[in-house]
T-cell receptor
Framework: ETGVTQTPRHLVMGMTNKKSLKCEQH?????MYWYKQSAKKPLELMFV???????ENNSVPSRFSPECPNSSHLFLHLHTLQPEDSALYLC????????????FGPGTRLTVT | AQKITQTQPGMFVQEKEAVTLDCTYD???????LFWYKQPSSGEMIFLIY??????QNATEGRYSLNFQKARKSANLVISASQLGDSAMYFC??????????????FGKGITLSVRP
């Protein structure tokens, strides 16, 4: 596997379900990010982790719970979601320091019914 | 005020021709970076090109070049010799402040580009 991978690619869940999104980066980066992309809206940054520590929570509702066990893995735990949470959830990673590009995974298309 | 503005409606270009995608930005930070990403229908955001606020020359990466006009706060993407595979959404993004692991990107709403054969 190379780059940034995300699983599952598609997820349909009811409002009472609990599910998790997984992201893994194979680039040796130190920082990882969760973004939400809703239809006809710009990408919204949700969370930032740097060396496993959360450094940014962009006022995300508590029904989204991130977890970063190490610099290569990032999870987004979902529970009691709302239909308006349906979106494409993108994970990204970056090296930090003097580097600047963020590399994105293919995303998880989430539908909340 | 929006930090990144992309106002063009869907863009169309003939294969092998050049196309310019517009982006204007708003920041009071003297140090910032500007990015362009491509998002095909598969969903993945693909990094294309980067321009730093202190860079003296316009960035170029293969068929991509960035027309950086600092005084106008614009960072337009120029794609030369368009290919059918260039059909996608294109996003302009900005990082304010110096580089670092906590780089937060602010994205524009994106522009849809369709390349006609």
């Amino acid at each position: 596997e190379t780059g940034v991978t995300q699983t599952p690619r598609h997820l349909v869940m009811g409002m009472t379900n609990k599910k998790s999104l997984k992201c893994e980066q194979h680039l040796g980066h130190n920082a990882m990010y969760w973004y939400k992309q809703s239809a006809k809206k710009p990408l919204e940054l949700m969370f930032v982790y740097n060396f496993k520590e959360q450094t940014e929570n962009n006022s995300v509702p508590s029904r989204f719970s991130p977890e970063c066990p190490n610099s290569s893995h990032l999870f987004l735990h979902l529970h009691t979601l709302q239909p308006e949470d349906s979106a494409l959830y993108l994970c990204a990673s970056s090296q930090g320091g003097t580097s600047y590009e963020q590399y994105f995974g293919p995303g998880t298309r989430l539908t909340v019914t | 005020a929006q930090k990144i503005t992309q106002t063009q409606p869907g863009m169309f270009v003939q294969e092998k021709e050049a196309v310019t995608l517009d982006c204007t930005y708003d920041t009071s930070d003297p140090s910032y970076g500007l990015f362009w990403y491509k998002q095909p229908s598969s969903g993945e955001m693909i990094f294309l090109i980067y321009q730093g606020s202190y860079d003296q020359q316009n960035a170029t990466e293969g068929r991509y070049s960035l027309n950086f006009q600092k005084a106008r706060k614009s960072a337009n993407l120029v794609i030369s010799a368009s290919q059918l595979g260039d059909s996608a959404m294109y996003f302009c993004a900005m990082r304010e402040g110096r580089t670092g692991a906590n780089s937060k990107l602010t994205f524009g709403k994106g522009i849809t580009l369709s390349v006609r054969p």
